[in-house]
């Protein structure tokens, strides 16, 4: 079946968003507003050279991050979404997601696959909140669940970089009934005695935060990542209260207990490498030099 054919990652997608960092010459810092060189910007990861703050990274900007070159191979590339409840507002759901694929190159809100952080052989998921703002449906839990099979069936770790902003409303039950589906994976990922590492991003909420997010052996956040359930103005809403300073950013997150480790994104690397050798017995792989690096 077409569906399950494994095929080779090649090359970056444009899915750059506009209001963040355009391929032109300048990019424009989404949190302080200073206008600096897109190259700069790029060979900084996207974070700010000016006030450190880190910017949004598409999914293949991930991958190329983290994964060793010529390692990743993608998997359930072509699974997309049905149209369950015949959902329709300006739109229909079929129609959102069309323009939502021919805006962002991507066929659903995850890509997953298998590859290698530093020489470790891991089962691998990247969120992209480029699609539906990463929302959580049932392509979105289904190739998360395969990530977590992928992982017990070969006996690797599962790394998933978490994104999400809110619960795909168009699938109605079916979007809630995800997180129940991956959580459950999880807990037999951990029956299998096979470790799981999810990196937290901004934003990463709702569904995703309340399941697999919040699930693994090892939670890591980037820095002042906004990780929630429900979002800051509900909750203010509700119980009628002003909300302390940092609230749901990574670092209160942390000092509340729900992450373990919060990391730069340039230490992000060789962190999950480490992690992940400690938690599978393994070495990590030497850097390439910069001459092989370059061949
Ligand atoms: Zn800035």
Partial sequence: MAWFKKQQFTALRATTPRDRVPDGLCA??????????????????????KCGRHQRMNAAQRIEQLVDPGTFVETHATLASKDPLKFKDVRSYPEQIRRYQKRSGLVEAVIT????????????????????????GSVVGEKV?????SAIENRIPAVVVCAAGGARMQEGILSLMQMAKTSSLVAKMREAG??????????CGAGVAAS???LG???????????????????????????????????????????DVIVQRADLKSTLANILAILTHQEVAPAPSASEAVG
Avoid: W
Wanted: hydrophobic share 40%.
């Fill in 145 to 149: 669940t395969r990530v977590f099979e």
């Fill in 28 to 49: 424009k810092c989404a949190h302080c507003g200073s206008i600096v060189l897109s190259r700069d910007m790029e060979e900084n990861l996207l974070v700010c050279p």
């Fill in 217 to 259: 052996d090892v939670i890591i956040a980037e820095p002042e990542a906004l990780i929630y359930f429900a979002g800051p103005r509900v909750i203010e809403q509700t119980i009628r209260q002003v909300l302390p300073k940092g609230f749901q950013r990574s670092e209160f997150v942390q000092e509340h207990g729900f992450i």
């Fill in 212 to 214: 697999f997010a919040s």
């Fill in 113 to 136: 696959g298998r590859g290698k952080i530093s020489g470790i052989d891991t089962s691998l998921g990247f969120m992209d909140s480029n699609f539906i703002m990463a929302s959580m």
């Fill in 194 to 203: 096979i470790p799981y590492v999810p990196v937290l991003t901004d934003p």
